[in-house]
């Protein structure tokens, strides 16, 4: 499973940072909160994309218990990322180069993720009205690894014989 | 020509509802979690709103939803908001549905505060 919020909240982290915005100015977006009159960011999670086939790992293959299976893949998560007033689209525009800094590239690898591209950033002020506030927006995308576990049912009792030559070897794979 | 203040006088054309206070923190990089309170009992007069009142408090997107317009006398204290300063009072209606009071106009001088109110639930 992949916990879509934790990447969520890290990439607010994150951004927050690298533009050393105040505490809580970088928002999960659609929230019924008042907006404040300082600048602000919004983080929205858009899609979620599995890139290529799992690769599958099964464990506990002892028959005294359920197999349990591990399908782990790499999935590549969409955000859009939308800044709000005083250098807005300045911000959105250099978001692709600020994720590709040390300073990011550590972040997110502490966060079990990274940077893969950027959209083109759009000025959506202009776009709205003149007199509107400054919008800027860009889509990011991110990898992270995610994981599903499943429980298989065990196989059934069965007699096992080995005939070797002049050896026969009797056993029988019990349990269950 | 109606004067609003004195239909606010009126019992047949005010009802008793209630102020839902809302405050809210930001926490855990910007999620916000809001505290609602039950307050103050008072008179009002709520009316369905007009294209007139709609267009006259500027929603913008907001137009689709359903909206109300509240009359109150001056001394009722009503927190209403365009959702970039505090966050707005919710007015509970007798019929259980609650309003966000999302602006308002304050014409003490003749008497009374006008609300638009957006239904929430």
């Known amino acids: ?88 689209y300045a911000k959105a525009a250099s978001l692709e180069l600020a994720l590709q800094s040390q300073q990011a590239i550590d972040f997110m690898r502490s966060n079990k993720m990274g940077f893969y591209r950027a959209s083109a950033a759009r000025d959506l002020s202009a776009l709205v009205d003149s007199e509107w506030e400054q919008r800027g927006q860009i889509d990011i995308e991110v990898f992270v690894i995610v994981t599903d576990t499943r429980n298989l049912a065990t196989y059934g009792k069965f007699p096992l014989e080995i005939t070797v030559d002049s050896t026969t070897v009797a056993s029988e794979v019990d349990d269950q | ?58 929603i913008e997107g907001e137009r689709l939803s359903e909206f109300s317009v509240l009359y109150v006398k001056p001394g009722v204290e009503i927190k209403w908001g365009d959702g970039v300063g505090e966050d707005c009072d919710k007015i509970k209606n007798t019929d259980g549905t609650v309003w966000r009071a999302v602006r308002g106009r304050d014409f003490t001088d003749y008497g009374y505060k006008k609300i638009l109110l957006q239904r929430t639930k």
Do not use: H, W
């Open chain 2, 1 to 58: 020509m109606i004067n609003i203040s004195e239909v606010l006088d009126d019992p047949d054309f005010i009802k008793r509802l209630q102020i839902i206070s809302v405050s809210g923190v930001f926490t855990n990089e910007g999620e916000y979690t809001a505290t609602e309170t039950d307050d103050n009992s008072f008179d009002g007069a709520l009316q369905p709103a007009s294209e007139g009142s709609i267009v006259e408090f500027n």
């Open chain 1, 1 to 88: 499973m992949i916990d879509v919020e934790a990447v969520n909240r890290s990439l607010r982290t994150l951004i927050r940072t690298l533009y050393a915005l105040p505490e809580n100015s970088v928002r999960p977006a659609f929230q019924n909160a008042p907006v404040g009159v300082d600048a602000l960011a919004s983080v929205q999670f858009m899609t979620l994309k599995l890139d290529g086939a799992a690769d599958e790992i099964l464990s506990n293959v002892d028959l005294s218990n359920d197999v349990s299976s591990l399908k782990c893949s790499q999935a590549t998560l969409v955000f859009s990322v939308q800044f709000f007033k005083d250098g807005a």
